[in-house]
């Protein structure tokens, strides 16, 4: 009853709010969404997932771990959700039956059908049935990005690569490294701990000299330059925006987050705001944390609460947030007072916060 009460509110305040929006479709529609996308809530600190239209489908009885501060919200990835009970990680389909039971030390998203998990200490890869096809060996290993992933072996050995049968494909030779992005491989290298860039072959695109570096995003990858500045260089290695930046990120939605000084008198503290591919400022540097764009939304902080501005910089959701997550298909989940909710993209509650 109380489900059913709860889901009969939702529905009501879903149509006052979106009614222009025409959440409500034919029930094979209404289907099709819902094994497309869940959305994860919490109630009484356990979690559950609903539909769109913000209607429970899988009842909140899954471990809310909170320590986990970039896995959490959990989400569905290759039709399967990470899921926690005692402390064990497992997957979920979306109908909420434990598909694969929870027996490992950690579990991320599905990624080129395979999913990346700890199991006594080491990492390797499970299928959807939940059968290794890559033998947990690994001391550190990332989850798979077009076909291949970056692992290494043990905790003095490199980095390299694997495709999804575990095969290396990249020998383990470099100090650091991360997944493909745009085609090409971030690396470090022992010589001079310097950051250069391959491609699947593992052959030098672009040869290794920046300090520091980034992944590839939307053809633009941030990398320190002259006088340990910020710039940006295309996937040829030019430089497409000068070093000027205390920081940088990747590009998202054709916007990036940069940093820059508060005041020619105060170097040290640093403001953020959003750069476009010239690198001229879109939203000026007056953050004290930015975070990249999602679904025509960014997440900034300021005075130690979170709120969203939009492209033309404007505080679409004042800061008032605990902590809050990237809008995905107009929705974005909030914490305030340890009680999760979810909000439109005016800021609007759909879902008040629930403990």
């Known amino acids: 009853m109380k489900a059913t009460v709860r889901s009969l509110f939702l529905i009501t305040a879903i149509g006052l709010i979106w009614t222009s929006c025409k959440l409500i479709e034919s029930s094979s529609t209404e289907h099709t969404r819902t094994a497309k996308q869940l959305y994860p809530f919490v109630e009484n600190q356990k979690v559950g997932f609903m539909d769109q239209n913000l209607i429970q489908r899988i009842a909140p009885r899954f471990q809310l771990r909170t320590s986990d501060r970039e896995a ?82 043990n905790r003095d050995s490199g980095w390299g690569f694997i495709d999804t049968d575990g095969n290396f494909v990249i020998e383990p030779r470099f100090i650091a490294a991360e997944n493909f992005s745009d085609g090409l491989a ?63 990120d990747p590009f998202s939605e054709e916007l990036a987050v940069v940093a820059m000084p508060e005041s020619n008198n105060n170097l040290n503290q640093k ?41 033309r910089g404007q505080m679409v959701v004042d800061p008032v947030y605990d902590r809050t997550w990237d809008y995905t298909d107009g929705f974005a989940l909030v914490m305030l007072d340890s009680k999760y909710g979810y909000i439109n993209k005016e800021g609007i509650f759909v879902l008040e916060p629930i403990n």
Not at 115 to 130: C, E, H, P, Q
Not at 201 to 220: C, H, M, N, W
Not at 288 to 301: E, K, L, P
């Open 186 to 248: 971030l690396v470090q290298t022992a010589d001079h701990r310097e950051w250069g860039y391959i491609d699947r072959s593992g052959t030098f695109v672009i040869d290794p000299q920046y300090r520091e570096a980034k992944s590839f995003s939307e053809g633009l990858a941030p990398v320190q330059l002259g006088f340990r500045q910020w710039g940006y260089i295309d996937t040829s290695g030019e430089i497409a925006i000068p070093s000027k930046f205390l920081e940088a």
């Open 72 to 153: 959490w919200p959990y989400s569905f990835s290759e039709g399967l959700a990470v899921v926690y009970r005692s402390g064990a990680a497992g997957y979920i389909n979306p109908e909420g039956e434990l598909v694969i039971s929870p027996r490992f030390e950690e579990a991320y998203a599905f990624e080129n059908g395979r999913g990346l998990v700890k199991s006594n200490g080491r990492y390797g890869y499970i299928d959807t049935s939940g059968e290794f096809v890559i033998r947990p060996t690994f001391h550190r290993a990332r989850s798979f990005q077009d076909g291949r992933a970056a692992v290494q072996q």
């Open 271 to 311: 403001k953020y705001g959003y750069i476009n591919r010239d690198g001229r400022f879109i939203i000026l540097p007056s953050y004290d944390q930015a975070y990249a764009f999602h679904n025509g939304r960014g997440r900034i902080r300021e005075h130690g609460h979170m709120g969203f501005v939009n492209r």
